[in-house]
């Protein structure tokens, strides 16, 4: 059996790297690929300290009143920057979702919040009666931020947006830099404490790689970094230490964080890894084991604007990354375009159903806050409680097929029941939709995979939250990642499983969480018998690799090792 003890977060004494003052720091690697560069650090929305005596009232009026300038100004700036740069300003604005000029209206928007001649009046009295710059903004935001909260509709939904504007202004008074992704306009290891999905999505293509404090090897930060090829590693407790600017080497693969390196050998980090990457990329064809057994590789997406050529088929479309920071609903006719759009580029399309709630929040569905939950409303069990959701995305998946005259296949996620299963299918197939799938994602679904498959076309095996689920580990949680190593013969048991159901039932069964693009699990899960891999598109020529690389038998050999 694999060594499960994965070191937690540790550092390697100063003096033990390649050069002489160089320092290691060791995390989680989360997403394959060496990057080297110099790191900025993502700031967080600053720590008000207590209220400081003034001295002079007007002073702090004009300070006051300069932040609300500097953070109108950044707005506009990089509002500017969407319209002439699309791409990046763009990304970093909506998260990839919306087009150049929508972003830059978003920006504009925000801009135009910011210098309400109000909120400076506001701010302005209150420096004057004698709070100090950061105290006069906090206080005056918080009263605008209830007056819009007050209002309800979608000028309560823009109470959140003030938040983020009162950061940056205080941040500004403080004399701090200001809160959000970095726009230092070169190259840069974005390092942070922690980054929500919105902030990873969002990133520009400035970004070299991604290093953080907290988080998991299953979270979607992960999930996207890995989506973008973006080397990253999570859990890198101390890396927050170091100062901007540092050059740091970093390994996705390792979770290896090495700092002091020369330019020479950051340059060769780079050329290095390019090289490795256009290797992997020559290689082509259908995934086969090395005597020909098939072994479909699909790629796992969030939109369109993540299919790449090479690959068998979408095996995963996680819809809700279309629908983050939203302020409300997607409108039918908006997901259908959103769906013909990926329809019309690739051959088979496995759409997954809205996976909101718990590490994905969707503030729009206005679900309530939950003491636990990841056990609570979260995937198809939102149906629940607004089945409208899953009619109107059924609708719009079905109407999306038959414009683009593609066959839909639809899957729901955290399936537990049979029930829940036959209950979905009959509600696809209404709509004419081809093929209906259930995520085995809980160990019940995984229990009764037989069962399953008499209600359903096909399983996808979401091994993030099944390992989740069957270890009782937040996948999220950097000090659990042992628990949720998929080589944990527990969770390779449940696959065999659902494996074994599938075979007998004559229906494919395929792995779509992140363990699928591991090149040195993929030919376990092969051993055990799933029909697909799908991954982030950047894992495909590597798993490609490791399957021609050994024979099914051999395969099965190191299949049956792991859960021995
Ligand atoms: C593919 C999966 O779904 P997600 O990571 O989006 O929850 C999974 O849980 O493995
Ligand atoms: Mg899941």
């Given at each position: 059996?694999?060594?499960?003890?994965r070191?937690?977060?540790?550092?390697?004494?100063?003096?033990?790297?390649?050069?002489?003052?160089?320092?290691?720091?060791?995390?989680?690697?989360?997403s394959?690929?060496?990057?080297?560069?110099?790191?900025?650090?993502?700031?967080?929305?600053?720590?008000?300290?207590?209220?400081?005596?003034?001295?002079?009232?007007?002073?702090?009026?004009?300070?006051?009143?300069k932040?609300?300038e500097?953070?109108?100004?950044?707005?506009?700036?990089?509002?500017?920057?969407?319209?002439?740069?699309?791409?990046?300003?763009?990304?970093?604005?909506?998260?990839?979702?919306a087009?150049?000029?929508?972003?830059?209206?978003?920006?504009?928007?925000?801009?135009?919040?910011?210098?309400?001649?109000?909120?400076?009046?506001?701010?302005?009295?209150?420096?004057?009666?004698?709070?100090?710059?950061?105290?006069?903004l906090?206080?005056?935001?918080?009263?605008?931020?209830?007056?819009l909260?007050?209002?309800?509709?979608?000028?309560?939904?823009?109470?959140?947006?003030?938040?983020?504007?009162?950061?940056?202004?205080?941040?500004?008074?403080?004399?701090?830099?200001m809160?959000?992704?970095?726009?230092?306009?070169?190259?840069?290891?974005l390092?942070?404490?922690?980054?929500?999905?919105a902030?990873?999505?969002?990133?520009?293509?400035?970004?070299?790689?991604?290093?953080?404090e907290?988080?998991?090897?299953?979270?979607?930060?992960?999930?996207?970094?890995?989506?973008?090829?973006?080397?990253?590693?999570?859990?890198?407790?101390?890396?927050?230490?170091?100062?901007?600017?540092?050059?740091?080497?970093?390994?996705?693969?390792?979770?290896?964080?090495?700092?002091?390196?020369?330019?020479?050998?950051?340059?060769?980090?780079?050329?290095?890894?390019?090289?490795?990457?256009?290797?992997?990329?020559?290689?082509?064809?259908?995934?086969?084991?090395?005597?020909?057994?098939?072994v479909?590789?699909?790629?796992?997406?969030?939109?369109?604007?993540?299919?790449?050529?090479?690959?068998?088929?979408?095996?995963?479309?996680?819809?809700?990354?279309?629908?983050?920071?939203?302020?409300g609903?997607?409108?039918?006719?908006?997901?259908?375009?959103?769906y013909?759009?990926?329809?019309?580029?690739?051959?088979?399309?496995?759409v997954r159903?809205?996976?909101a709630?718990?590490?994905?929040?969707?503030?729009?569905?206005?679900?309530?806050?939950?003491?636990?939950?990841?056990?609570?409303?979260?995937?198809?069990?939102?149906?629940?409680?607004?089945?409208?959701?899953l009619?109107?995305?059924?609708?719009?998946?079905?109407?999306?097929?038959?414009?683009?005259?593609?066959?839909?296949?639809?899957?729901?996620?955290?399936?537990?029941?049979?029930?829940?299963?036959?209950?979905?299918?009959g509600?696809?197939?209404?709509?004419?939709?081809?093929?209906?799938?259930?995520?085995?994602?809980?160990?019940?679904?995984?229990?009764?995979?037989?069962?399953?498959?008499?209600?359903?076309?096909?399983?996808?095996?979401?091994?993030?939250?099944?390992?989740?689920?069957?270890?009782?580990?937040?996948?999220?949680?950097?000090?659990?990642?042992?628990?949720?190593?998929?080589?944990?013969?527990?969770?390779?048991?449940?696959?065999?499983?659902?494996?074994?159901?599938?075979?007998?039932?004559?229906?494919?069964?395929?792995?779509?969480?992140?363990?699928?693009?591991?090149?040195?699990?993929?030919?376990?899960?092969?051993?055990?018998?799933?029909?697909?891999?799908?991954?982030?598109?950047?894992?495909?020529?590597?798993?490609?690799?490791?399957?021609?690389?050994?024979?099914?038998?051999?395969?099965?050999?190191?299949?049956?090792?792991?859960?021995?």
């Amino acid at each position: 059996m694999p060594d499960l003890s994965r070191p937690g977060p540790r550092t390697v004494p100063p003096g033990a790297g390649p050069a002489g003052s160089a320092r290691r720091l060791a995390g989680l690697g989360v997403s394959q690929g060496r990057a080297a560069g110099p790191m900025i650090r993502m700031a967080g929305p600053p720590a008000l300290p207590a209220p400081r005596p003034v001295t002079d009232p007007a002073a702090e009026a004009a300070t006051v009143a300069k932040a609300l300038e500097a953070v109108t100004a950044d707005l506009n700036r990089r509002a500017a920057a969407a319209r002439s740069h699309p791409s990046e300003e763009q990304d970093r604005a909506t998260g990839g979702r919306a087009g150049a000029s929508e972003a830059a209206e978003i920006l504009e928007a925000l801009a135009m919040m910011a210098e309400d001649p109000m909120l400076l009046e506001e701010a302005e009295r209150r420096a004057l009666d004698g709070a100090d710059a950061a105290h006069a903004l906090d206080a005056a935001f918080a009263q605008h931020r209830d007056a819009l909260a007050e209002l309800g509709g979608y000028l309560a939904e823009r109470a959140a947006d003030l938040d983020d504007l009162k950061h940056r202004a205080v941040a500004f008074a403080l004399g701090l830099p200001m809160p959000g992704l970095p726009a230092p306009g070169h190259p840069y290891v974005l390092v942070a404490e922690d980054l929500s999905p919105a902030d990873t999505a969002g990133l520009g293509p400035d970004v070299l790689a991604l290093v953080t404090e907290r988080g998991g090897p299953t979270s979607h930060t992960a999930i996207l970094a890995r989506g973008r090829g973006l080397p990253a590693v999570v859990a890198c407790a101390g890396v927050m230490d170091l100062p901007d600017g540092t050059v740091i080497g970093v390994d996705g693969g390792t979770g290896e964080i090495t700092t002091g390196l020369t330019a020479e050998r950051a340059a060769e980090i780079v050329a290095g890894e390019r090289a490795e990457r256009a290797r992997l990329a020559a290689g082509s064809g259908p995934g086969r084991t090395a005597d020909g057994h098939p072994v479909k590789l699909l790629l796992n997406i969030g939109s369109a604007k993540d299919l790449r050529p090479g690959a068998e088929g979408v095996g995963l479309f996680r819809t809700e990354f279309l629908f983050l920071d939203r302020t409300g609903a997607p409108s039918f006719e908006e997901q259908v375009a959103a769906y013909a759009e990926v329809f019309e580029q690739a051959e088979t399309v496995i759409v997954r159903t809205l996976d909101a709630g718990t590490d994905k929040p969707l503030p729009f569905l206005g679900l309530p806050a939950e003491p636990n939950p990841a056990l609570g409303v979260r995937g198809l069990r939102v149906d629940r409680v607004l089945p409208d959701v899953l009619d109107t995305q059924l609708d719009a998946i079905a109407e999306a097929a038959r414009a683009t005259g593609t066959q839909a296949w639809v899957m729901a996620p955290m399936v537990t029941t049979v029930a829940e299963a036959a209950g979905f299918a009959g509600r696809a197939r209404e709509r004419g939709i081809a093929k209906v799938g259930a995520m085995v994602e809980v160990p019940a679904a995984a229990l009764r995979a037989g069962a399953l498959l008499r209600e359903v076309d096909f399983l996808s095996i979401g091994t993030n939250d099944l390992a989740q689920y069957t270890f009782a580990a937040d996948r999220q949680h950097s000090e659990l990642a042992d628990l949720l190593d998929p080589r944990q013969p527990a969770l390779l048991q449940l696959i065999g499983m659902c494996a074994r159901a599938g075979r007998e039932a004559g229906k494919p069964v395929g792995v779509c969480g992140e363990a699928a693009g591991d090149p040195l699990l993929a030919p376990l899960l092969a051993g055990l018998g799933v029909t697909s891999l799908s991954m982030a598109p950047v894992c495909v020529p590597a798993v490609r690799e490791a399957l021609a690389g050994l024979t099914l038998g051999e395969c099965r050999r190191r299949a049956e090792e792991a859960v021995g």
